[in-house]
């Protein structure tokens, strides 16, 4: 179960990790809403390959 946590906590890391990429390659937040596209994207690409 503890490893559960490990994944997500990962998972969640690695995401802050490419927002904070995003915003210092862009020089502010308007580039946020395409990240949150393309993890939306895959996200409903896992669920459907279940």
């Known amino acids: 179960m503890i490893e559960i946590a490990y994944v997500v906590m990962v ?3 690695c995401y802050l990790i490419l ?14 809403r395409d990240v949150a596209h393309a993890v939306h994207a895959l996200r409903k690409f896992f669920v459907i390959r279940r």
Not at 19 to 32: D, E, H, I, P, Q
């Open 19 to 32: 927002c904070a990429v995003v915003v210092l390659r862009t020089g502010s937040t308007k580039g946020l």
């Open 11 to 13: 998972c969640f890391i």
